[in-house]
């Protein structure tokens, strides 16, 4: 659990990005307005789906709806079989990894090879990512560079840093040659011009959506934006939010596949949206709000709890807070919504969102939602159990606390024996292992205030 | 799936409440800097300075002394461009003056499956742009039939022109002056120094899978 | 978040919280005291219970309405509300309202809820009081309650009362508004990142050498000081209205 990859890296990266900020009220009116923006859309997205679609294909680019990801993995199956593709390089996409697009792939005979960097040493070493934006966050040099010896470029000498990317570079560069098709996820899509827009670093996502003769983009249908003047702050709060910087290296907007007279570019350029959930997540107001975000990675660089378990504990593609949140949401809150209780609830994610997602509020109503599920026969008979045993504590609490004769004298009896309670209690040795066991006051208050005369109305 | 793309909207329009959010609440206005030309100029050389941009400023008249001056230093023989070109033209120009000061000079010509072999091996490219934003630091760029796509991303150095002139303060200004929209060009690029890699112990690499090297010529 | 404050009443209700009730009753006890040093009448309405933040957050809402419902018939007059707890207060600052959605006291819950005054911010901005230090010099440190700084947008009040007594001097902490990993529920629910993470609050608190660990929230305070008693720290936890009282309850 204690990696010390993730301390070293989130006690500087929070601060870095504050510093990019250099007052708190531009920051501030930042957050303000791409959240604005990005609420604005999410208002209005069932229009902007049907302004982009026609957009897109006036540009000539083929636009695919899929409900599931079973069907938007068969759609981009269908496009690579008629492209003939062996080899497809994929630049950084959240929604292929929620399909599970590389597996399905290579189960129908396609290499799906990931480009970015930190996704191709963790796909080399049949790893899974383990934060949004930078997946390879908890191996160190060391280890990455035993990857590479063992199965990148064994004769190659690859120890440091600038080794081992030269070393991808060159291995990369090949395949981005010989790829017949080129996958990559969208930043935003643009309605009004029908324009694809993808934020990256190293290059790989225009070679991706460049060099090989087709593309497919694979997007979330919540990933559109009204007009091309609502991309500045939005780029803005995210480039900032995920890696303090101003802006990435590359912010690539594609309009169009190949035109006449153009040397290069894909012929075909493709457009998958897919739902998953995400019209499901529509359906509640508050629950909504999750569809607002933009993949920054923020609430993890600030959360405590991912800071020290790291993504991999999550079991599911989108970790730390937003994970919370999404992930129950996607695959149900009875598979997934003990998720939503692996949070202090302290908000500093809250705080970091760049578009003010209330994330602790959507905490708090999924953990509603489970609490109401009736749906216990999915769970194994100890989960069961827990759960019914949590369900008549809240019963007999309630009784307690709305009860003022009980509740008195419960915290009258606990003030004079919980000394004498053993610290091996269930509830109390999870408890104790890291503290003293609470001591009560030798008088409770109410007590107290009665014995010194304290008005009672 | 017609039927996936209206049982997604259906769902969406079911259940979608109230007005859109802008018609209910204003949005907040970020004020645009009031940059003259010298601070826009700053501004923009010490943000491109920052991810590693090396820049030269010059007059049109200046550059080819200069441009020669980085092809020797950076040991580049060839050099990829786009014909028919302002800038391309200005290359032929002195190559035709002094060829041996001047790399050999490799038209992108073909389509990109005719001239694979070409693209990976030059040792440097270069393209025009179509201006620059000061706050970000970055260069727009819109690849077209003459400068493809590839043509600043292949070759392991980019070399740029920019004209000081066209130096926007922000890139919602660039929009907006620019009157992009509709139709936007196939493909617009903002390019802010050479690619980049942190993605190894947060160590950061330049060089990873674009150029390693990004060369700006800044026209005074 | 900015919030109103009222101007100087003659009279409050206190509401003390469960777990000040039961593990912190001098802390209480000391927050009347400050009150009433400055010449306002405090009540103690004996009936009351819990803000019902502890089911409401294990979502449970339907047992915490029952409970939110005891309640708020306890306060029925006017009066400003104070909690010396930052976390119960955010819960029925923040929370009472949509817990009432709908329902036909949901009017009454917004109106408890806007009487509702976290007991630094009251003392800060309302009561404006001024503290004369009478005790021998020491270091303090502050940990600052999530719920109290995100939730209820409180500042830096407390820390600006201790401010106020000469001879403590305050050393911050490194981390000083990291959640310490108390979250109710959570510590027992997840007690292995919760331990590690009020182990590294700890850390952070016996960094600064000091001799005192203050804070406004009975919660995060069990939870620290349960952590520095196993680890046999001489740090002292105390809530800051004992702490205040301590200090000036000569004057």
């Known amino acids: 659990m204690d990696n010390p990859c993730l301390k070293r890296v989130f006690t500087k990266l929070p601060e870095k990005r504050w510093v990019m900020f250099l007052d708190s009220g531009e920051l501030e009116t930042l957050r303000n307005l791409a959240g604005g923006i990005r609420r604005d859309t999410v208002s209005r997205l069932p229009d902007l789906l049907e302004e982009l679609e026609p957009n897109c294909q006036q540009n000539g680019i083929q636009v695919h709806w899929a409900q599931t990801t079973e069907e938007a993995n068969s759609i981009v199956l269908n496009i690579a079989r008629k492209a003939d593709a062996k080899l497809a390089v994929k630049g950084k996409s959240m929604v292929s990894e929620e399909m599970e697009l590389n597996h399905f792939l290579a189960e129908n005979g396609i290499e799906a090879l990931e480009s970015d960097l930190g996704e191709y040493i963790i796909q080399v070493d049949h790893e899974l990512p383990s934060h949004i934006i930078m997946p390879a966050i908890h191996k160190n040099r060391e280890e990455i560079s035993e990857v590479f010896q063992k199965k990148v470029a064994p004769a190659k000498k690859s120890d440091t840093a600038e080794e081992m990317t030269e070393t991808a570079r060159q291995v990369l560069r090949d395949k981005f040659r010989r790829a017949e098709l080129g996958i990559s996820g969208v930043n935003f899509a643009v309605a009004e011009t029908g324009t694809l827009c993808l934020v990256e670093n190293e290059g790989n996502g225009r070679f991706c959506t460049t060099m090989p003769r087709v593309h497919v983009a694979l997007m979330g249908i919540e990933k559109v934006v009204g007009k091309l003047e609502d991309l500045p702050p939005l780029l803005t709060v995210l480039t900032r939010s995920a890696t303090g910087q101003p802006i990435t290296t590359y912010f690539n907007m594609i309009s169009s596949p190949r035109q006449d007279g153009e040397k290069d570019g894909p012929e075909e350029v493709h457009l998958v949206l897919l739902d998953n959930g995400r019209s499901r997540m529509y359906e509640d107001e508050l629950l909504r709000d999750t569809l607002l975000c933009i993949r920054c990675g923020a609430c993890m660089n600030h959360c405590p709890v991912y800071t020290r378990i790291g993504g991999h504990a999550y079991q599911s593609v989108y970790p730390g807070p937003i994970g919370k949140i999404l992930t129950p949401q996607l695959e149900g809150i009875d598979t997934a919504g003990y998720l939503a209780d692996a949070s202090s609830l302290c908000g500093a994610c809250v705080e970091a969102c760049p578009v003010k997602i209330p994330i602790t509020d959507i905490l708090l109503k999924l953990r509603h939602k489970k609490a109401q599920s009736k749906k216990e026969h999915h769970w194994t008979e100890l989960e069961g159990a827990k759960n019914l045993f949590e369900k008549i504590t809240w019963k007999g609490w309630k009784f307690a606390f709305s009860q003022p004769w009980f509740y008195r004298m419960q915290a009258s009896i606990l003030s004079r024996t919980a000394q004498f309670l053993p610290d091996q209690l269930p509830m109390l040795r999870s408890w104790s292992r890291f503290r003293m066991v609470p001591r009560f006051s030798e008088k409770p208050l109410h007590q107290l205030v009665e014995e010194a005369g304290i008005a009672e109305e | ?220 | 978040m900015r919030r109103n404050y009222p101007e100087k009443p003659d009279k409050v209700y206190f509401m003390g919280t469960c777990l000040a009730d039961m593990l912190y009753a001098e802390a209480g006890l000391a927050g009347i005291r400050l009150m009433e040093r400055e010449g306002v009448k405090v009540i103690y309405p004996r009936d009351q219970t819990c803000c019902g933040q502890p089911a409401f957050n294990s979502g449970f809402q339907e047992e915490a309405l029952e409970v939110v419902l005891h309640l708020i018939h306890c306060f029925p007059k006017a009066y400003p509300i104070v909690v010396p707890s930052g976390s119960c207060g955010a819960m029925m600052v923040r929370h009472y309202p949509e817990l009432f959605e709908g329902h036909p006291l949901e009017q009454k819950a917004i109106e408890f809820s806007s009487r509702i005054f976290e007991l630094s911010e009251f003392l800060h901005h309302v009561l404006k009081i001024s503290l004369k230090d009478q005790g021998v010099p020491v270091k303090v440190t502050w940990h600052t309650s999530c719920h109290a700084k995100r939730e209820l947008g409180l500042g830096d009040e407390a820390k600006q009362l201790v401010k106020q007594l000469e001879n403590v001097e305050l050393k911050e902490l490194e981390r000083e508004d990291e959640c310490c990993g108390f979250g109710g529920t959570f510590s027992v629910k997840q007690p292995m990142i919760s331990g590690e993470m009020v182990l590294d609050k700890c850390s952070d608190v016996l960094k600064t050498g000091s001799d005192y660990l203050l804070s406004g929230d009975c919660g995060c305070l069990m939870n620290i000081q349960g952590s520095l008693e196993k680890q046999q720290s001489r740090v002292q936890s105390m809530h800051f209205a004992s702490f205040l009282w301590e200090r000036t309850r000569g004057s």
Request: include cysteine.
């Open chain 2, 1 to 220: 799936m017609d039927t996936s793309r209206s049982q997604i909207l259906n769902a969406l329009r079911n259940s979608r409440t109230g007005i859109p959010f802008s018609e209910s609440q204003d949005l907040p206005k970020i004020p645009v800097p009031e940059w003259n030309l010298e601070e826009k100029v700053e501004r923009l050389k010490n943000r491109m300075e920052a991810v590693h941009t090396e820049i030269h400023e010059c007059t049109e008249k200046g550059f080819g002394k200069i441009f020669r001056e980085v092809i020797k230093q950076k040991k580049i023989t060839n050099l990829l461009y786009g014909k028919k070109t302002n800038w391309g033209n200005k290359l032929e120009a002195m190559r035709q003056r002094g060829p041996k000061t001047m790399p050999e000079l490799i038209p992108y010509q073909k389509k990109i499956e005719d001239c694979k072999e070409t693209l990976f091996s030059v040792d440097a490219g270069l393209t025009q742009t179509m201006g620059a934003i000061a706050e970000t630091g970055s260069l727009i760029l819109k690849p077209d039939g003459q400068e493809p796509r590839l043509l600043s991303l292949v070759p392991p150095i980019h070399l740029a022109v920019l004209d000081s002139k066209r130096i926007y303060s922000t890139f919602g200004e660039a929009i907006r002056e620019e009157g992009w929209s509709r139709p936007m060009p196939t493909n617009v690029l903002l390019i802010s120094g050479p690619s980049k890699t942190a993605d190894i112990e947060q160590t950061l690499v330049y060089g990873i899978h674009g150029p390693k090297q990004l060369i700006l010529f800044l026209i005074r």
